[in-house]
Each structure stands twice: as structure tokens, then as C-alpha cells.
């Protein structure tokens, strides 16, 4: 059912535009059901009004109806600054223009959602007491932006609406990402080295060592697990060289040492950052983590809560890691959960956990609210490995240039 779907497996949809276009009628009528208010008088909508809604093919997502962004008063820039706050987490806005057709408030809009990076569709909304001006349209054509003429009240136009929100979904929406699949091929061998230490499950392995170890099934290649101590018997026992080596990020140090240069290695949580994520934004924001200074502050993130133990990789490894590489004061605040803070604009960096608990959606979700804020982000794997001097090791089997 769509109203089960977690949220971070959804694509979000922001319906925006000034006071009184019909925004709340328009998302009724996308739905077919009277979730949001409507009323003659402008300014209705008072806080964002979320709806989840089975968009196929594509699949749940989340419609959001918003408050004008032209709402004047003090209570009026309240109601605009929870507006802006669900820009943040937008794949799609929906620019909805009523009668006055394009001017100012629209302009203001889009210069930005431009600047957000937030696709957007041009919805001329009442078509049934006023056509939009040549003028307006001369407009969307001339930034090449896509629009539709609709009538929420008579729901003309919603079909064609709903396909163009199909065909304008980020292709991280249709896209299947990969594991493992891509690095081994049937009949290979992929050594995982897993240590048992205070932080992992009795008598089980953490998700990501499984996950990995069901994808090699999947792709008909061989699986193999060791601790670190045993690695260089396992390695010698193999009569041919593994296609690749799968290490838990904090020992990526002594397995360097131990697996040949010519031998193809990486992390679990190096896997799930292109997995979960975009592998080449977190090597990025892992070059951040030399620029940091005295009194500079750092996030770390983890999707899901769990009991802190002595040495927990969180929120005492890496952040003792990343002092000791940069020799500088560093301030550090952990935050688990399934939201990102709404103000974070003040940390000079953001570590984020594997993310196996979460999916890619809500994980590129929270990448690019910190591209959106300028906070550059990466992974507890890729952070261990850069300040442990190893990522280009770690790095190259994805031939990321």
C-alpha cells in the first residue's frame, strides 16, 4: 500500500506559486480526494499539507501542498519559511499560475528553484476562466521551461499532468543501483574480511557484510569470509587470486598492508556509498576534511538509533580519526534519526553513516540538502579511508576520475 511506503522510498512533489491559484484544488484533484482546504479567500493554506498518492508507473510519492509564497506579514513569513523548508527535500515542484499569469511572485519562484536545482513544471492552473496570456507562454518557451494548461475544478488536463510527472522524475527514480554485481563475474571469488569487535551483533553479521554476501550469490561468484587475522592464510590457500577484497572500513589499514596491490579492494561502507548514494560526491566531500580548521564543526549522521557502545565507530572513532589527521580543534554533534536537522548551514562538514537502514532515495535526499546548503558531505568508509591515507586504494576499482 502507497501510505506504507517509507517515506525516503518516495518522490516528492512541491506544489508552489503565490496566493490563490488553485493550488490546494489542484492537488485534490491529482489525487481525487479532498485532502486540502479550499476556499475563495487567499492564504488557505497555512502549513505544508502532505498527501502520499501511487503515481504509476512510477510508483508512492508525496504531494505537497504549500502555503503562498507571496504571503505577506510576519505570520505570513512564517508560513513561507515552512514553504522553503519543503523545497529542501523536492524532486519536483509543480509552478502553479493562476489568472494573473507569469510576473513577479513567479519569477522570484523560479530564480529559486533554479538556484535549488529543482526540476520544475509550469502548471497554468483556472484555464477555464482565463487562457494564459501569449505573453506567459512566449516566457516558457523562451527558458525552454515545460508547462501544461489544466482546470483542477473540472479536472481537465490532470492525465497529462500525471505523465509529465512520470516522464520528469530524476533518473535516480528509475534507476536500479548496484552492489557488487558490476565488479565480479560468474565463477569469481570475493573475499570479505569481517572483524568481530565490541560493535558487532552476537552471533550475527551486520546487514551490509550479509547484503554483499547474497549479492555475490546472486551473481553466481564465490564468497568467502575471514577476520583480518586470518587474510593472508585465506589469500595463500586460493589457487587464483580473488576478483576482489571486501574489507569492514576499521581495519581497511592492515588489509592494504596484507592484499596485493594488483588485487582489487574496497570497503563495505565504500560499496554502500555508491549503493545508497553518489560515490563521487562523497570522494569530494572527503577532500573537505583537509580544509578543516580551529572551531570548525561536524556532523555526523546515522539513519538509524542504536545503543552507543565503548568505542562506537561514530560518535568516538572517527571523530578521534579525524582530529588526529587534522590536528585542529573539531567540534562534533551526532544526529540519528530519519531527518536531517533544519539548520546546519553552520558545520563545515557532514559524515554520514552507510545508510543501510535507510534506502537511496532518502539518502540522496540528504546529500543534496547539504549541496543545497553548501555543506560538503561523505561516508564513515570513505572519511576512514582518506584520513587513514588509503582511498585511492579503496577507491579505484570503481575507475572514478
Not at 96 to 103: M, P
Not at 234 to 262: G, I, N, R
Amino acid at each position: 500500500m502507497p501510505n506504507n511506503t517509507p517515506k525516503g522510498d518516495r518522490m516528492v512533489i512541491a506544489l508552489v506559486g503565490r496566493r490563490n491559484v488553485g493550488k490546494s484544488s489542484l492537488m485534490n484533484a491529482l489525487i481525487g480526494q479532498n485532502i486540502a482546504i479550499v476556499a475563495d479567500c487567499p492564504g488557505t493554506t497555512t502549513d505544508p499539507v502532505a498527501k502520499h498518492y501511487e503515481l504509476l508507473p512510477l510508483g508512492p510519492v508525496t504531494f505537497y501542498d504549500t502555503a503562498g509564497l507571496d504571503d505577506p506579514g510576519k505570520l505570513g513569513a512564517l508560513r513561507v519559511k515552512a514553504s522553503h523548508q519543503v523545497l529542501y527535500r523536492t524532486d519536483i515542484a509543480l509552478l502553479v499560475v493562476g489568472e494573473e499569469g507569469v510576473g513577479e511572485p513567479e519569477l522570484a519562484i523560479l530564480d529559486k528553484l533554479w538556484k535549488m536545482e529543482i526540476p520544475v513544471l509550469v502548471v497554468f492552473n483556472k484555464t477555464d476562466l482565463v487562457p494564459p496570456s501569449e505573453e506567459s507562454l512566449t516566457y516558457c518557451r523562451s527558458l525552454r521551461l515545460s508547462y501544461l494548461e489544466v482546470c483542477a475544478l473540472n479536472g481537465r488536463g490532470m492525465a497529462a499532468l500525471k505523465r509529465s510527472l512520470v516522464e520528469a522524475a530524476p533518473r535516480e527514480f528509475r534507476e536500479e543501483p548496484v552492489l557488487v554485481g558490476d565488479l565480479v563475474s560468474e565463477g569469481d571469488t570475493v573475499l570479505c574480511v569481517v572483524p568481530v569487535d565490541l560493535g558487532a551483533p552476537k552471533g550475527r553479521l551486520i546487514l551490509p557484510q550479509v547484503q554483499v554476501l547474497r549479492d555475490v550469490l546472486d551473481n553466481d561468484a564465490l564468497g568467502m569470509v575471514v577476520k583480518e587475522r586470518e587474510l593472508t592464510e585465506a589469500l595463500d590457500q586460493l589457487k587464483k587470486d580473488p576478483a576482489l577484497v571486501v574489507t569492514d572500513s576499521q581495519v581497511v589499514l592492515k588489509v592494504v598492508a596484507d592484499v596485493p596491490e594488483h588485487i582489487p579492494l574496497t570497503t563495505f561502507s565504500t560499496l554502500f556509498a555508491r549503493l545508497k548514494g553518489d560515490l563521487r560526491i562523497f570522494l569530494q566531500g572527503a577532500k573537505a576534511i583537509d580544509g578543516l580548521k580551529d572551531g570548525d564543526k561536524v556532523l555526523m549522521c546515522e539513519a538509524c538509533s542504536h545503543h552507543s557502545v565503548a568505542d562506537d565507530i561514530g560518535r568516538v572513532k572517527i571523530p578521534r580519526w579525524l582530529t588526529l589527521y587534522t590536528g585542529k580543534r573539531l567540534e562534533f554533534t551526532m544526529y540519528s534519526g530519519h531527518d536531517f536537522p533544519e539548520d546546519f548551514e553552520e558545520f563545515a562538514l557532514a559524515v554520514h553513516c552507510g545508510g543501510c537502514m535507510i534506502n537511496r532515495r532518502e539518502m540522496l535526499h540528504r546529500m543534496r540538502e547539504c549541496h543545497l546548503r553548501g555543506v560538503p558531505i561523505t561516508n564513515y568508509g570513505v572519511a576512514i579511508s582518506k584520513v587513514q591515507g588509503v582511498l585511492d586504494r579503496i577507491s579505484s576499482v570503481f575507475k572514478i576520475h
